[in-house]
């Protein structure tokens, strides 16, 4: 059987080391993690808590993409160990506003620095530069960039809000 001319085409395909290199991340953040007592999602809703300083419970279900009934275990996990604050609604008391203590300030700032020393240790192989390079490869692949995410993200969770999501 012959082999069709594959014409424009790289000579390397990435997605294996793209895994690869997630994979790694992946793993080593968790274990950076686990001594905050932290999992990633924990991390990703502080991040949202922090960067939109605080959400109903709904609109940050729907910034999640969780269901509600989930967003209650993460929020119940983040409040027993006093890094958010769950309180009514003055504008609509059938609503809880979430917002980030100072200990999950304090908490989430660990977590980014010891996340940070990860992808030091997994990038070493690049120079800054280089470094800069794929962050924008990888920008240009997505076709959004660190702004643009925090702002959809902030948009999402102003329209779940709006529509009781």
């Not at 080391?17 to 793993?27: G, K, V």
């Not at 686990?34 to 809703?45: S, Y």
């Not at 203590?101 to 240790?121: C, I, S, Y």
């Amino acid at each position: 059987m012959k082999s069709l001319p594959v014409v424009n085409q790289p000579a390397h395909r990435c997605g294996a080391l793209l895994d690869h290199i997630a994979r790694r991340i992946r793993l080593r953040s968790e274990s950076v993690l686990a001594p905050l007592g932290l999992r990633p999602r924990h991390l990703i809703a502080l991040t949202v808590l922090r960067d939109g300083g605080g959400s109903t419970q709904q609109a940050l279900a729907g910034t999640l993409e969780m269901d509600g009934t989930n967003v209650v275990g993460l929020l119940n996990d983040l409040e027993s160990e006093g890094l958010i604050e769950r309180r009514r609604s003055p504008k609509d008391r059938r609503r809880h506003v979430v917002e980030l203590t100072p200990a999950g300030g304090e908490r989430l700032a660990k977590a980014e620095f010891a996340l940070a020393a990860v992808e030091d240790e997994v990038f070493a192989g690049l120079d800054f530069e280089q470094r800069e390079t794929l962050y924008e490869l990888l920008q240009q692949v997505t076709g959004v960039d660190s702004a643009t995410c925090v702002e959809a993200a902030r948009e999402d969770a102003a329209e779940a809000a709006k529509t009781g999501r």
